[in-house]
């Protein structure tokens, strides 16, 4: 028998009313980042130190447009997300970013969850195909863009 059972079935009551969270807040159609611009905040942990006296804090404003793209400030890179009420999953790819006096390419992947007008997540920074620096994140709807369908 094992030892940790409790534990266990612990962690799998937690993670079911987790989901059923999330499906409640699934019928609300309002929570989907589909067509609207975001203020984030990325709490990020260079060689995956999960210290807080080394992390450091970047602002980003993100755009999830309507054809399933993402954009990021005026940076020069490409994306894409895929969304459900209430959740979402994203990647951003930018190469030949310019850092002070340095180019260097950044691929990042997040998932995270919205609850109209906020945002919330977890995901990485991938620097260079060699460096990892996980992150969290925090946002604010800045706006809604308007439907180009008419």
Known sequence: MKKNYPQTII???VGIALV???AGNARA???TITGKNYAMYFLSFPNNNF???DAGLTHLDITFKEDGGVAAMDMDGHGLYF???GFFAATYYIVGLRMGFERMDVFTGMTGITLNPLIFGVGF???????IQPYVFS???VQEMASTLM
Do not use: R
Not at 125 to 131: E, K, S, W
């Open 139 to 141: 946002g604010l709807m």
């Open 11 to 13: 962690l799998m009551l």
């Open 51 to 53: 210290n807080l006296d």
């Open 83 to 85: 969304a459900l009420p």
């Open 20 to 22: 059923a969270l999330c």
């Open 29 to 31: 159609q309002d929570n």
């Open 125 to 131: 920074f991938l620097i260079d195909y060699a460096q």
